[in-house]
């Protein structure tokens, strides 16, 4: 890929600032969660995997964990997955298994507003839109990841969610993905940020898209 600097979306700076802020507003939860998940389930407190960043470049993911700690199999979770433990279900409902993602973007690893960061296995470096999507930096939130909020419960539909997931989900996520970077301003990410704390208090202003629009984006 083309080693551009990244200009668009909110100087880095400014994330820094508010990524600072976050963790000291949000320090009782750093401090209560850990404790609940250590009480409840055997295991590490973090969940930390490999992603795709900007330019291809990997990095690991910081989450809290969710599964128990002998989990293995498919890299998608969905809302039925066995996987999930009481507490980490409740975390993942509310989006609280994402608050670590503050240190990655700390270290210049994601942005708050961006593409979410795939595991290596589903990004193809040689497609024209994941070298878009990956001019930029990933980020915690971004449009279609509010669109589907119920991306799990759709996965617990479909016996087969592999294939679901990359002959469907996916294609929908890389379009929705790539427009956003090229459209990506700061104004965009100021946007996208409070439409996420909207979408967390009210669900139901972000309707899920049907299953005719995302395969739309199999056909275009």
């Not at 209560?32 to 490999?50: D, H, M, Y």
């Not at 942005?111 to 589903?122: H, L, N, Q, T």
Request: glycine share 4%.
């Amino acid at each position: 890929m083309k080693n551009r600097t990244q200009t668009k979306g909110l100087p880095r700076s400014a994330e820094i600032l508010l990524a600072l802020a976050g963790l000291l507003v949000l320090l009782p939860l750093f401090l209560t969660i850990p404790v609940i998940i250590k009480s409840t389930s055997r295991g590490s407190i973090l969940f930390c995997q490999t992603r795709v960043g900007r330019r291809g470049r990997e990095f690991t993911l910081l989450k809290f964990r969710t599964m128990r700690s002998d989990a293995e199999g498919l890299k998608l979770t969905a809302l039925d997955d066995a996987r999930l433990t009481s507490v980490g279900k409740f975390l993942r409902q509310y989006k609280l298994d994402e608050l670590p993602q503050l240190w990655n973007v700390l270290r210049g690893e994601m942005s708050f507003a961006g593409a979410r960061p795939e595991v290596p296995e589903y990004v193809d470096l040689d497609n024209s839109l994941w070298q878009e999507i990956l001019s930029v930096r990933p980020g915690i939130t971004d449009p279609i990841a509010l669109k589907l909020r119920n991306e799990e419960q759709l996965l617990a539909s479909f016996e087969d969610k592999e294939a679901f997931y990359t002959e469907i989900l996916q294609p929908f996520k890389l379009r929705g993905w790539a427009q956003y970077a090229r459209e990506k301003t700061w104004k965009t990410d100021v946007s996208v940020i409070f439409q996420t704390f909207k979408v967390i208090l009210l669900p139901k202003t972000a309707p899920p898209p049907t299953r005719e629009e995302m395969t739309v984006a199999i056909i275009d």
